[in-house]
């Protein structure tokens, strides 16, 4: 059975930082392009990261440039989403996502395994 399980979830204060992890298990994902989204209350579901599948290219949502960094490693199957000079308008459920391809992707449909997310609040 295949599993995305992220961790590293939590409460912070703005300005804080947090790492996200995301472990797959039940088959690699050393081929595939890996991804992060995130839902707040009542919003939809929206881009904010993903990394190629030799971690060699890696694309961001405008919102996060600059403050978080995607990584893999592929050797522990997990990829990760360094999140530094967190906003209150960053909390959400952060979901990690396995994708169908091994270039990046800024679309749902083009990944096809998905995490339970992670909730990660920022106070002000």
Known sequence: QVQLVESGGGLVQAGGSLRLSCAASGRSFTYQAMGWFRQAPGKERTFVSTINWNGGSTYYADSVKGRFTISRDSAKNTVYLQMNSLKPEDT??????????????????DYNYWGQGTQVTVSS
């Open 92 to 109: 959400a459920v952060y979901f990690c996502a396995a994708g169908k391809y091994t270039t990046i992707s800024v679309r749902t449909p």
